[in-house]
């Protein structure tokens, strides 16, 4: 019984040595290219983590304003992206509507910039 299961693991091992593994070679390739095209930043990293999702969405409307919305409006430069960051860690209303953006008082400063930087990034 022993040697049955000897020989039945040298003739997997010997077949499998005989494969062409060119299909794993592919998907590696694949796979570190989809890693370029896909990379993430951090602030979208963060805003995934966050409520953010719950009133803003990339591309329509929702409770607050889109992300491409806001990318139009607000220019990518060091004004806007310090602005946007207060607004993100204070709060605020009126800009967009009268309902009230909810401060979001515990993020650090740092990330309300990445986040700011990432959403005016997104302008077309």
């Known amino acids: ?6 020989l039945f693991g040298l003739a997997l091992v010997s077949l499998t040595s005989f ?5 794993y070679k592919n998907y590696t390739k694949i796979t570190k290219k989809s890693n370029v095209i896909y990379q993430t930043s951090e602030g979208e990293k ?7 999702i719950g ?9 607050g304003p889109s ?13 806007n992206v310090a602005y946007l960051s207060g607004k993100i860690i204070k709060g605020g209303s009126g800009v ?20 700011a ?4 990034s997104l302008k077309k």
Request: some cysteine; hydrophobic content about 35%.
């Open 55 to 63: 009133c803003h969405k990339l591309d329509k409307k929702l409770i």
């Open 46 to 52: 963060l805003i995934a983590k966050s409520d953010c």
């Open 67 to 79: 992300y491409l919305d806001i990318a139009k409006k607000y220019p990518l430069n060091d004004k």
């Open 1 to 6: 019984m022993k040697l049955k299961y000897l």
């Open 19 to 23: 494969s062409n593994d060119n299909a």
């Open 117 to 120: 930087k990432y959403i005016l």
């Open 96 to 115: 967009w509507g009268s309902i009230p953006m909810s401060a979001h008082s515990s993020l650090k400063k740092n990330d309300a910039t990445s986040m």
